[in-house]
């Protein structure tokens, strides 16, 4: 027997589930590597209102006498700083975005004074946002979910999180076409101006080389 709906929130059909089962999966970590003195960054656009949370971890290559040195900054568009970390090595951030905005994640490579050259570091970055980022091991335990019921609350949160995307899409779409609509209609009437313009001025050019010529007594 199939389980009910959960309360408040909309019963998924076998082929939307299916299409969610294939969109979930689990989030990589992204590794790169810091050379010394070196400033790298990762911009990604989150929409507003969303979770975002991270883990970090900066180790130095083997064989390394000093330790991982790098600073950890996460700025929005307008610079504001949502999270700073000086001599970071290993930890984790969160945060809640106000707006739909493009952010940036910056890592500084320091250098020790009194050092040669530093070796690469390697960074790992898991930064999730949205579903992603929801903790449904401890909603379970508060509101006492079985597994199943976890997993279709969280189908169901990833569900509404496409349908906000494709909102937000259709939304975009809708000025996109406003603009250019309204562009379209400023071009018409500056051709129709520009038009009005050289056919004033042809006129007038005729009426003066007229006068001009029957003063000069060329024409009658």
Same mark, same amino acid.
């Given at each position: 027997?199939?389980?009910?709906?959960?309360?408040?929130?909309?019963?998924?059909?076998?082929?939307?589930?299916?299409?969610?089962?294939?969109?979930?999966?689990?989030?990589?970590?992204?590794?790169?590597?810091?050379? @010394?003195?070196?400033? #790298?960054?990762?911009? +990604?656009?989150?929409?507003?209102?969303? %979770?975002?949370?991270? !883990?970090? /971890?900066?180790?130095?290559?083997?064989?390394?006498?000093?330790?991982?040195?790098?600073?950890?900054?996460?700025?929005?568009?307008?610079?504001?700083?949502?999270?700073?970390?000086?001599?970071?090595?290993?930890?984790?951030?969160?945060?809640?975005?106000?707006?739909?905005?493009?952010?940036?994640?910056?890592?500084?490579?320091?250098?020790?004074?009194?050092?040669?050259?530093?070796?690469?570091?390697?960074?790992?970055?898991?930064?999730?946002? @949205?579903?992603?980022? #929801?903790?449904?091991? +401890?909603?379970?335990?508060?509101?006492? %979910?079985?597994?199943? !019921?976890? /997993?279709?609350?969280?189908?169901?949160?990833?569900?509404?999180?496409?349908?906000?995307?494709?909102?937000?899409?259709?939304?975009?779409?809708?000025?996109?076409?406003?603009?250019?609509?309204?562009?379209?209609?400023?071009?018409?009437?500056?051709?129709?101006?520009?038009?009005?313009?050289?056919?004033?001025?042809?006129?007038?050019?005729?009426?003066?080389?007229?006068?001009?010529?029957?003063?000069?007594?060329?024409?009658?």
């Amino acid at each position: 027997m199939p389980l009910p709906p959960l309360p408040g929130r909309p019963r998924l059909g076998r082929a939307p589930l299916l299409l969610l089962l294939l969109l979930v999966g689990p989030a990589r970590p992204i590794s790169f590597q810091l050379p @010394g003195k070196a400033r #790298k960054c990762l911009r +990604e656009e989150i929409h507003r209102d969303t %979770l975002v949370t991270g !883990e970090y /971890e900066i180790t130095a290559p083997p064989g390394s006498s000093s330790g991982p040195s790098a600073n950890l900054k996460i700025t929005d568009s307008a610079g504001h700083i949502l999270y700073a970390k000086e001599d970071a090595s290993k930890g984790k951030f969160a945060f809640t975005t106000e707006d739909y905005d493009m952010f940036e994640a910056c890592f500084e490579s320091k250098l020790p004074v009194g050092t040669g050259r530093m070796p690469d570091q390697l960074v790992t970055l898991d930064m999730k946002h @949205g579903v992603e980022a #929801k903790n449904y091991e +401890e909603i379970a335990k508060v509101e006492k %979910l079985k597994p199943l !019921e976890v /997993e279709l609350r969280r189908l169901e949160d990833l569900s509404e999180s496409i349908v906000n995307d494709f909102a937000y899409m259709k939304k975009r779409e809708e000025e996109m076409r406003d603009t250019n609509e309204s562009t379209n209609t400023r071009v018409l009437y500056f051709s129709i101006f520009s038009m009005c313009c050289l056919i004033g001025l042809a006129t007038w050019q005729v009426f003066y080389l007229r006068r001009f010529f029957k003063a000069k007594k060329l024409i009658e």
